[in-house]
């Protein structure tokens, strides 16, 4: 094999050099899973740590805007984007909380079976130059009435653990579902449409 220059090597060096970094501001596992869908492999992970708490009447699609937007400003980063989002379970004007007890999550459950529940995903990404864009996707969810055995072995099986509105669709919950309208991956946790505009319309290299 010919070897291979020092000034070819400098130049690939440069090229990569060049390349823009992105820092996921989301420690979920899953939202990593779903931005690799899009070929993208975040250059590093930052945890967002903010203050979640609603503001007093403040709507659940606001609420979502705010928290994806407060986690992209939270990294501190002057060279890199820096891309967050935050998914809110609503039901009317409420929003659900994330389920930290059996309790929760089965007072949850009871509330979204047999009706119609909105999932508000908020995705922002900011620039290194600091520009800001954001994107909001409404997905609609219809649970199917529930047993008190259905919801019995749901709460056994603990994927409600630190899910907002009490369960995660990529699991058994989604065989209670009757039907979505709108974005599957929404509701896992990022928007996977949106989430592509937002890199392509800022400049991220993305095919």
């Known amino acids: ?3 291979v220059s020092t000034e070819a090597l400098q130049v690939d060096m440069s090229v990569h050099s060049s390349a823009p970094r992105l820092i996921l501001a989301s420690a979920s596992p ?6 690799a869908r899009l070929g993208v492999a975040p250059d590093a992970i930052e945890a967002a740590d903010i203050d979640e708490t609603p503001a007093p009447r403040e709507v ?3 609420y979502a805007r705010r928290m994806a937007r407060e986690k992209a400003l939270a990294v501190p980063s002057a060279d890199a984007f820096v891309l967050a989002g935050d ?3 609503a039901c009317g004007r409420r929003i659900l909380p994330k389920a930290e007890d059996e309790a929760t999550a089965r007072q949850c459950l009871d509330l979204l079976s047999g009706r119609r529940h909105r999932v508000l995903s908020a995705v922002a990404l900011r620039a290194p130059d600091g520009t800001l864009r954001e994107r909001l996707c409404e997905t609609v969810v219809r649970f199917k009435p529930l047993s008190r055995e259905e919801v019995d072995a749901y709460i056994a099986s603990g994927e409600w653990d630190g899910k907002a509105g009490g369960y995660a669709i990529q699991g058994s919950a989604e065989g209670l579902i009757a039907w979505i309208s709108g974005s599957h991956s929404a509701v896992v946790g990022l928007p996977l449409f949106e989430t592509r505009a937002l890199l392509k319309s800022a400049g991220f290299p993305i095919a």
């Open 60 to 62: 659940p699609r606001d």
């Open 30 to 35: 899953r939202r990593r899973e779903l931005i």
């Open 87 to 89: 998914t809110v379970v």
């Open 1 to 3: 094999m010919a070897p």
